[in-house]
């Protein structure tokens, strides 16, 4: 069973930067591909950005484009999301999700492509 564990969360103003990252254990790493998702309050969870298992490729939501990176680190078992210029419309809760069996340059972007979740971590920016 494939474990999820989000950090990095937590309250900023708006032009801030954050780091989050996602711990996985309990399956081979380097053939999972990794996602992050965000749901804010009342608002359906939705696709912010993803990776391939070896790392090569990556998507990211358009309003994100620009502000945030994702990337991983295959042999830590964590993937990472940074997020500058942060603003007000980023506060939601983010969680991370991962995709077993992938290819190693398979990309996804789709909620029913991941098989895994994290329990999320809160992201808060103010004016």
């Known amino acids: 069973q494939v474990q999820l564990v989000e950090s990095g969360g937590g309250l900023v103003q708006a032009g801030d930067s954050l780091r989050l990252s996602c711990a996985a254990s309990?399956?081979?790493?380097?053939?999972?591909?990794m996602g992050w998702f965000r749901q804010a309050p009342g608002k359906e969870r939705d696709f912010v950005a993803s990776?391939?298992?070896?790392?090569?490729?990556?998507s990211l939501k358009y309003s994100v484009k620009g502000r945030f990176t994702i990337s991983r680190d295959n042999a830590k078992g964590t993937i990472y999301l940074q997020m500058n210029t942060l603003k007000p419309e980023d506060t939601a809760v983010y969680y991370c999700?991962?995709?077993?069996?992938?290819?190693?340059?398979?990309?996804?972007?789709?909620?029913?492509?991941?098989?895994?979740w994290g329990q999320g971590t809160q992201v808060t920016v103010s004016l």
């Open positions: 990776i391939s298992p070896n790392g090569r490729w990556t």
């Open positions: 999700a991962a995709r077993q069996g992938s290819s190693a340059e398979a990309n996804y972007d789709r909620r029913q492509d991941f098989q895994y």
């Open positions: 309990g399956g081979p790493f380097s053939s999972y591909a």
